[in-house]
């Protein structure tokens, strides 16, 4: 029997352990969806896609993920990505990004698929750079998945400095066709997923060449293998790039082309072009080329808050299950849950979670305002939100590998077993600090950005700041923590402005001193990193309390309260030593930062199974529930952890015989060996 208490659904047969949780919470977990989702359609729409999802068996898992091969995992994860393209139109509104994400994510797993770039790198950047006629010859074929692509940028030798890519596009005069050319082994492209094996079209970006004068990077549609053989056209070098830290059920690729000829309009050029007689059409804003980036960065940090949810959710429903040792009672052992170090550990996490998909949703907005803008010739938004999503994109991934891999420790033993799945999930979202950019490399764009507007400010030009920098420029007053969310966010206006500023005159110094631009640059670059990370988490600060300020249902507007304030008092906490360093913080108040986070863990406990029951994940969506198996494992809903571990151990390849090969081969003869 189903029980709905404030819609915690309390079901008959649950671990008694997650029950008393759910019961306790202040809070209704429908209506929190609605706040994690943005709306009360969207999370429905959730709970119905995971509904309808979990009645068809052919999408369900046909075995555990972790036991199979590499193989294995590509024919499987393409099993049912071709399966649920049959089922998804009713399923699913065709045009809707999210409920298409959600629900990959629900069959698919994290292991990845052969169609997932098709979808998020290929098809996308065709619609942003591709002109109408390119659409109508394409788009259509692309969309009914008629063909499959990729987006292959990176290559062996270069992937950051996209400048230098040696992969070269040759304009023909006499042919009108660009020739594609892989000078060296260095040039061939290395990393593009669903490249290796899958895909038989690319996005490929390549270095235009016209009348030996270089252009830089552009992209241009390339059809690679035969549509019916599937084997590589002729010039074109094709395969798998080995087995990955995650994405093991994908098949990133490399690529090589000698001397390949393409028609001139298979260039993108929606933004640039090459005329017939070789002349080159500049596009309205130099990094143009660079704009699908953007896109895809501008999703990431929603995205990486559902894999660290995920995660957390997994750990916080098994902490809340798994006793051991003793608080005051010493007739029964306390959940894990109960000690202030675990949660420590996953609370602060669960509020950054909440935050980085807050601060998701206005960055995908701000997209799409710029995605408008720019079918419509306005390219002025383009350096902010580059330098924005630069900054967000850095210090979500960090700090989402940083929440999983806490959430894995929390689960003890137990987290370090692939029955846990978080290791899948950490290995997909680390992924996230090199692809679309490394980490690094994207925080020093924003620091571009940053000393740029110091510069401003110094000049007595605090007018010409744009809204998200104009801190920069304000007064430093003291300010009292007691008096809420607003003072925190002032005192890390000064910790950002301040290191802002000190980066910026340190490498002022360098270069008066006579040491060059770049090299003066490279001397400051830990520092101007430092000054990024701190304006990005300022930004994700304000986020929260916009949002948290926007909500009016009074339960879980106190619920999220708790939960900003313990994110506050978090992020403060670990940057306060840039404020005790020129006293803008006191010793006293640095105290009153560590007790009020102290109180923040003791009011969230009874309500943190209900923040993670919020995200509603589907037991599949977790693999801790595989349909028709028993295979039901750490972040199961019912809390039923030991006997499934056991069951999954059972099912383990290694257990379907008693004395394996090893044993015959090389354990016994070894043995005997030594007796003689
Ligand atoms: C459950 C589901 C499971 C799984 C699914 C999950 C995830 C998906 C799976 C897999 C991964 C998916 C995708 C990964 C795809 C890729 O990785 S594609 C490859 C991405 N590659 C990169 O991101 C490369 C990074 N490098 C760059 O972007 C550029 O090289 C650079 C920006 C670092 C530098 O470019 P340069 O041309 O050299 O420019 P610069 O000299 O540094 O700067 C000059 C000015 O240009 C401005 N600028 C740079 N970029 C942009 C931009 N995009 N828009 C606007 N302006 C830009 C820069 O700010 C400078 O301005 P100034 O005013 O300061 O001069
Ligand atoms: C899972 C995954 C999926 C991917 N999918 C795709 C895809 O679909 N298509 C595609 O084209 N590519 C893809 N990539 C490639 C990815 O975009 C690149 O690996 C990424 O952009 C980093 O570039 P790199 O490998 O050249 O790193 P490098 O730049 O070689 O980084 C190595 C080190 O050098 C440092 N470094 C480099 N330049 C600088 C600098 N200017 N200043 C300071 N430090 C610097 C970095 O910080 C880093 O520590 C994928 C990668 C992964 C891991």
Redesign the pocket.
């Known amino acids: 029997m189903t029980m709905v208490f404030l819609n915690k659904e309390i079901r008959d047969g649950d671990n008694p352990d997650l029950t008393e949780e759910r019961k306790t919470a202040t809070f209704d977990t429908n209506k929190m969806a609605e706040v994690i989702y943005g709306s009360e359609k969207l999370a429905r729409r959730r709970r119905e896609i995971s509904q309808a999802v979990s009645l068809i068996p052919e999408l369900a898992d046909s075995k555990p993920l972790p036991f199979l091969s590499r193989n294995e995992k590509i024919l499987e994860s393409t099993r049912k990505v071709t399966a649920l393209n049959e089922h998804l139109p009713r399923l699913i509104n065709m045009n809707d990004e999210d409920e298409a994400w959600h629900i990959h994510s629900e069959v698919i797993g994290f292991e990845g698929n052969p169609l997932a ?1 098709h979808h998020s ?1 290929f098809i996308p950047p065709l619609v942003i750079q591709g002109s109408d006629e390119q659409h109508e010859k394409w788009l259509g074929r692309a969309k009914r998945r008629e063909i499959i692509g ?5 290559e062996l030798g ?4 996209i400048r230098k890519l040696e992969t070269t596009a040759t304009y023909s005069l006499s042919t009108q066709e660009f020739i594609l050319h892989t000078p060296t082994i260095n040039a061939l ?1 290395w ?3 669903a ?1 290796g094996k899958s895909s038989n079209h690319a996005v490929v ?1 390549a270095s235009l060449i016209i009348k030996e004068q270089n252009y830089g990077p552009h992209l241009f549609m390339v059809q690679i293998r035969d549509e019916q053989s599937h084997e590589p056209l002729p010039g074109i070098a094709v395969g798998d790039i080995g087995p ?1 830290m ?2 093991n059920g994908a098949d ?1 690729g490399f690529l090589g082309f000698n001397n390949f000829r393409i028609p001139r309009g298979n260039l993108l050029n929606r933004h640039c072009n090459v005329e017939v007689d070789g002349t080159y059409v500049r596009p309205p804003h130099d990094k143009m080329n660079y704009a699908g980036m953007i896109r895809v960065r501008s999703r990431m940090a929603a995205e990486q808050g559902t894999f660290m949810a995920q995660a957390l959710t997994i750990a916080v429903r098994y902490s809340a299950v798994r006793r051991q040792g003793f608080l005051e009672n010493k007739s029964q052992e306390v959940k894990v849950l109960d000690y202030q170090t675990q949660q420590h550990r996953l609370f602060p996490a669960i509020a950054r979670s909440y935050a980085f998909i807050f601060c998701g949703f206005e960055t995908i907005q701000k997209y799409e305002t710029l995605q408008n803008e720019m079918n419509s010739g306005n390219v002025s938004l383009m350096a902010d939100l580059h330098a924005l999503t630069s900054g967000i994109k850095s210090v979500v991934t960090y700090q989402t590998g940083e929440g999983i891999e806490q959430a894995r420790m929390a689960c003890g033993g137990h987290g370090y077993s692939m029955a846990s799945y978080i290791s899948e999930i950490y290995g997909c979202a680390i ?1 996230g600090c ?8 994207m925080l ?1 764009q924003l620091a571009r950005y940053l000393v740029k507007s110091v510069e401003l400010a110094m000049r007595g030009k605090p007018g010409d700041l744009g809204p998200m920098v104009a801190y920069l420029a304000y007064p430093d007053i003291k300010v009292d923590l007691v008096t809420g969310p607003e003072a925190y966010v002032k005192m890390f206006q000064h910790i950002s402005k301040r290191q802002s500023i000190k980066a910026t005159e340190k490498f002022h110094r360098k270069m008066e001193s006579g040491v060059s631009r770049d090299e003066a640059w ?1 001397q400051c ?1 830990v520092e101007l990193t430092r000054a990024s990370r701190l304006h990005t988490r300022l930004y994700i600060i304000e986020t929260f309390i916009r949002r948290v300020d926007s909500i009016e249902d009074l339960s879980i507007k106190m619920v999220l309260t708790d939960l900003m304030n313990l994110h506050l008092n978090y992020e403060l906490l670990d940057v306060a030593s840039y404020a005790l360093e020129d006293g803008f913080m006191s010793s006293t108040q640095m105290g009153f930062i560590k007790n009020q986070l102290y109180s923040s863990l003791e009011k969230i406990r009874p309500n943190a199974v209900s923040l993670v029951d919020s995200f509603q994940f589907s037991d599949l969506q977790l693999r801790s529930n595989l349909l028709n198996f028993l295979f039901q494992v750490l972040g199961r809903r019912d809390g039923h952890v030991y006997q499934n571990l056991f069951e999954w151990a059972k099912s383990s390849p290694l257990n379907q015989t008693e004395v394996l090969p090893s044993v015959t081969q090389y354990l016994k003869p070894m043995m005997e060996k030594a007796k003689l």
């Open positions: 770039l790198l990729c987006y292959a940028q990176t270069h992937g950051s400095n492209k990393w593009p997923g490249l970006v990955k995650a994405f990133n992924g090199t692809y679309e950019g490394e980490n690094m490399v020093l490279n670059a």
